[in-house]
């Protein structure tokens, strides 16, 4: 056992019993390895160091009332893994593997799933490395699928209320015909400078634009960008934003819920006529936003000190199915036994 106050627990590393590894070798996949080490033996020329063979995922496993382990859209981030994977010319792990080594590792480690209640949960990061040695600029022929977890608490340190951002307009997260839609780590290297000057001047994080035109909203660090107005839920379509899981199941909630929703570019100057505004992401779950700053032109568009009433109903209803205190009615969550 341990003794976490899972109440407190910020958004980061703990560290856990186990870790599950798998080795694509020869052109196939291997057995699933069980490992206590947190490090990685790999090669000085292993082409995720040279080269960005690397991509990533993050998905929460939630404790029930009555002690049920659920986890949420798996199989959304599976998929989008292996759309990751083709975009980086890495081995695709198969949706049967990832479930299986997703399952594993959080029975391994069930004494770090935070208890219902606390408002903490358990954070899955599956990652995908080349590890094969390459010197000239080429796909590795060997590949480590690797998925640890650590109990989490809210991404931004407030939890659910609203953050001030920052528009950035001379960084570019990334191109039009880019990584942007991949969750590869060059797009998040990309974007560290632009994160660490927002955080050192007192924003939560920053916002993107298109990066050919500048004209409209692509998305926040961490997280995707959605606004509120005529009971509309509306977010940006783009080619180089990661496709959020959340904001999908949020389109769809909001449409059960009644609203319009429309996915379509979104000009920043269309900012001042928004209701309400929120970031959403898995680590995020809704982040309401209360101001936007644009950093270049000093513009500033203001949605209030307080939560809106269609965010904190999105906000409740997603943590509600994802806790199990609302029924999954489209089929969202997947109980781990
Ligand atoms: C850049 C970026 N956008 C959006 C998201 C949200 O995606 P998801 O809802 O699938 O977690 C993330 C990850 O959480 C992200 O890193």
């Given at each position: 056992?341990?003794?976490?106050?899972?109440?407190?627990?910020?958004?980061?590393?703990?560290?856990?019993?186990?870790?599950?590894?798998?080795?694509?070798?020869?052109?196939?996949?291997?057995?699933?390895?069980?490992?206590?080490?947190?490090?990685?033996?790999?090669?000085?020329?292993?082409?995720?160091?040279?080269?960005?063979?690397?991509?990533?995922?993050?998905?929460?496993?939630?404790?029930?009332?009555?002690?049920?382990?659920?986890?949420?859209?798996?199989?959304?981030?599976?998929?989008?893994?292996?759309?990751?994977?083709?975009?980086?010319?890495?081995?695709?792990?198969?949706?049967?593997?990832?479930?299986?080594?997703?399952?594993?590792?959080?029975?391994?480690?069930?004494?770090?799933?935070?208890?219902?209640?606390?408002?903490?949960?358990?954070?899955?990061?599956?990652?995908?490395?080349?590890?094969?040695?390459?010197?000239?600029?080429?796909?590795?022929?060997?590949?480590?699928?690797?998925?640890?977890?650590?109990?989490?608490?809210?991404?931004?340190?407030?939890?659910?209320?609203?953050?001030?951002?920052?528009?950035?307009?001379?960084?570019?997260?990334?191109?039009?015909?880019?990584?942007?839609?991949?969750?590869?780590?060059?797009?998040?290297?990309?974007?560290?400078?632009?994160?660490?000057?927002?955080?050192?001047?007192?924003?939560?994080?920053?916002?993107?634009?298109?990066?050919?035109?500048?004209?409209?909203?692509?998305?926040?660090?961490?997280?995707?960008?959605?606004?509120?107005?005529?009971?509309?839920?509306?977010?940006?379509?783009?080619?180089?934003?990661?496709?959020?899981?959340?904001?999908?199941?949020?389109?769809?909630?909001?449409?059960?819920?009644?609203?319009?929703?429309?996915?379509?570019?979104?000009?920043?100057?269309?900012l001042h006529?928004?209701?309400?505004?929120?970031?959403?992401?898995?680590?995020?779950?809704?982040?309401?936003?209360?101001e936007i700053?644009?950093?270049?032109?000093?513009e500033k568009y203001t949605?209030?000190?307080?939560?809106?009433?269609?965010?904190?109903?999105?906000?409740?209803?997603?943590?509600?199915?994802?806790?199990?205190?609302?029924?999954?009615?489209?089929?969202?969550?997947?109980?781990?036994?």
């Amino acid at each position: 056992m341990n003794n976490i106050e899972w109440s407190k627990l910020p958004f980061g590393y703990v560290k856990t019993h186990y870790n599950v590894r798998c080795y694509y070798r020869d052109g196939k996949w291997g057995e699933i390895e069980v490992s206590s080490d947190e490090y990685i033996n790999i090669h000085m020329a292993a082409t995720c160091l040279h080269y960005g063979q690397e991509a990533f995922e993050g998905l929460k496993v939630f404790t029930g009332k009555d002690g049920t382990l659920r986890v949420f859209r798996w199989d959304e981030n599976a998929k989008r893994m292996i759309n990751s994977a083709k975009g980086v010319v890495m081995a695709e792990p198969p949706m049967e593997l990832f479930l299986k080594m997703l399952e594993k590792v959080v029975h391994l480690n069930k004494d770090f799933v935070p208890p219902y209640g606390t408002g903490a949960s358990l954070y899955v990061r599956p990652m995908l490395i080349g590890t094969g040695p390459q010197v000239g600029v080429s796909p590795a022929k060997e590949y480590l699928f690797l998925i640890f977890v650590g109990p989490v608490g809210p991404y931004f340190k407030d939890g659910f209320k609203p953050v001030k951002v920052q528009i950035v307009r001379d960084v570019d997260r990334a191109a039009p015909h880019g990584t942007g839609r991949f969750k590869v780590g060059g797009n998040y290297a990309a974007s560290l400078s632009s994160v660490v000057r927002a955080h050192a001047e007192g924003y939560g994080t920053v916002l993107y634009l298109d990066a050919k035109e500048k004209k409209y909203i692509d998305e926040a660090g961490p997280a995707n960008f959605f606004g509120i107005k005529n009971n509309t839920y509306i977010t940006p379509d783009s080619s180089s934003i990661l496709p959020s899981i959340t904001n999908m199941s949020l389109r769809q909630l909001a449409a059960d819920m009644g609203l319009k929703v429309e996915m379509r570019p979104v000009p920043v100057e269309e900012l001042h006529t928004l209701e309400e505004a929120g970031a959403c992401g898995t680590a995020a779950v809704i982040t309401p936003i209360g101001e936007i700053t644009d950093r270049e032109t000093g513009e500033k568009y203001t949605f209030g000190k307080e939560p809106g009433t269609v965010s904190t109903k999105l906000y409740q209803t997603l943590q509600g199915m994802q806790y199990g205190d609302i029924p999954d009615k489209f089929g969202w969550i997947h109980v781990i036994k």
